[in-house]
């Protein structure tokens, strides 16, 4: 058996036990696993610290204190990946009884004009729980993801999703065709965009530092006229689930398409800020964000 069989194997039989405990016990049970991995994932433990250090401010300087909400951030992150396991086991009608939205009808507004609607999202809570419950309202969303391997295990994770309602769309050269088909369909489109994964985003302020971000949900929006609106769905308190969709983006072009993205892109960056500090440990950032933290290319001799 190879490795990629093992990994497979290893995580279909983990979810498959998650999701037969009594839920109390599964998350009981993130929340070791979350406490494991604060301890023995030096490097990660040591990035999300940095990441988190520019979302509390002045806060973050406090080295208990910035300890206490890392060690949070490994649990809620623990716990978006139990979620994740016994998702496709719960049923709709117990989905909608533990989601609680605010902010719905921009989603409904949305899909009305027929040009359909995009969802900018943070990596907060579980953005797929959200989904399932959007499949429940008439709102089935579409969203990118980036490739896993093995393949089999994304092939895996696709079908879960669309058991759910949840259509999973790889990251490569064929998406940008897939979600224009969805606007143009008049379908809801959902976009986690506050990682720069291809390196080609646009530099915006973020916490007070430059990043980059993609320029798909700002392009996609202005090169269709679909709603353009930002969110997030916030795990907890106890078993329910808390999401906020906030007022539609102003989308109206006012020079070159390249200066309007890159306007865009900074009001999604901020709003996003925003969406993050009201539960900063919900945040499942372990990767170099900043510019100042990314590895410096050096040009080959």
Same mark, same amino acid.
């Not at 433990?45 to 080295?63: F, H, S, T």
């Not at 879960?160 to 809801?188: C, F, H, N, W, Y």
């Given at each position: 058996?190879?490795?990629?069989?093992?990994?497979?194997?290893?995580?279909?039989?983990?979810?498959?036990?998650?999701?037969?405990?009594?839920?109390?016990?599964?998350?009981?049970?993130?929340?070791?696993?979350?406490?494991?991995?604060?301890?023995?994932?030096?490097?990660?433990?040591?990035?999300?610290?940095?990441?988190?250090?520019?979302?509390?401010?002045?806060?973050?300087?406090?080295?208990?204190?910035?300890?206490?909400?890392?060690?949070?951030?490994?649990?809620?992150?623990?716990?978006?990946?139990?979620?994740?396991?016994?998702?496709?086991?719960?049923?709709?009608?117990?989905?909608?009884?533990?989601?609680?939205?605010?902010?719905?009808?921009?989603?409904?507004?949305?899909?009305?004009?027929?040009?359909?609607?995009?969802?900018?999202?943070?990596?907060?809570?579980?953005?797929?729980?959200?989904?399932?419950?959007?499949?429940?309202?008439?709102?089935?969303?579409?969203?990118?993801?980036?490739?896993?391997? /093995?393949?089999? =295990?994304? @092939?895996?994770? *696709? #079908?879960?999703? !669309? $058991?759910?309602?949840?259509?999973?769309?790889?990251?490569?050269?064929?998406?940008?065709?897939?979600?224009?088909?969805?606007?143009?369909?008049?379908?809801?489109?959902?976009?986690?965009?506050?990682?720069?994964?291809?390196?080609?985003?646009?530099?915006?302020?973020?916490?007070?530092?430059?990043?980059?971000?993609?320029?798909?949900?700002?392009?996609?929006?202005?090169?269709?006229?679909?709603?353009?609106?930002?969110?997030?769905?916030?795990?907890?308190?106890?078993?329910?689930?808390?999401?906020?969709?906030?007022?539609?983006?102003?989308?109206?072009?006012?020079?070159?398409?390249?200066?309007?993205?890159?306007?865009?892109?900074?009001?999604?960056?901020?709003?996003?800020?925003?969406?993050?500090?009201?539960?900063?440990?919900?945040?499942?950032?372990?990767? /170099?964000?900043? =510019?100042? @933290?990314?590895? *410096? #290319?050096?040009? !080959? $001799?």
């Amino acid at each position: 058996m190879d490795t990629g069989q093992v990994v497979f194997r290893t995580y279909t039989t983990l979810g498959s036990c998650i999701a037969a405990l009594p839920e109390p016990m599964a998350l009981g049970l993130g929340n070791v696993v979350g406490d494991v991995l604060y301890r023995v994932r030096h490097e990660h433990r040591a990035m999300v610290k940095a990441n988190l250090a520019r979302v509390l401010g002045a806060d973050g300087g406090d080295a208990q204190l910035l300890d206490r909400w890392a060690r949070r951030s490994f649990r809620a992150y623990a716990r978006y990946w139990v979620e994740g396991a016994r998702l496709p086991a719960t049923s709709p009608d117990e989905v909608v009884q533990h989601t609680f939205v605010d902010g719905l009808q921009h989603l409904h507004e949305g899909s009305a004009t027929g040009r359909g609607t995009i969802l900018a999202l943070p990596h907060i809570g579980s953005w797929e729980y959200g989904g399932a419950f959007l499949a429940t309202q008439d709102l089935p969303m579409t969203a990118v993801a980036e490739r896993i391997e /093995p393949p089999a =295990l994304f @092939d895996y994770f *696709v #079908e879960q999703r !669309a $058991a759910m309602g949840l259509t999973i769309v790889p990251l490569d050269q064929k998406s940008g065709g897939t979600l224009l088909s969805t606007l143009r369909e008049g379908g809801l489109v959902g976009l986690l965009c506050d990682r720069d994964i291809e390196g080609t985003g646009i530099e915006v302020e973020f916490f007070g530092e430059r990043t980059t971000m993609p320029a798909g949900p700002a392009t996609l929006a202005l090169r269709t006229g679909a709603t353009l609106c930002t969110g997030a769905v916030y795990s907890g308190p106890g078993r329910d689930h808390r999401a906020v969709v906030e007022a539609p983006l102003d989308i109206t072009r006012t020079g070159p398409l390249r200066k309007d993205v890159a306007r865009l892109t900074q009001e999604i960056a901020t709003r996003l800020e925003g969406l993050i500090r009201r539960a900063p440990e919900q945040w499942h950032v372990f990767q /170099p964000l900043w =510019l100042a @933290d990314r590895p *410096v #290319e050096v040009p !080959a $001799a």
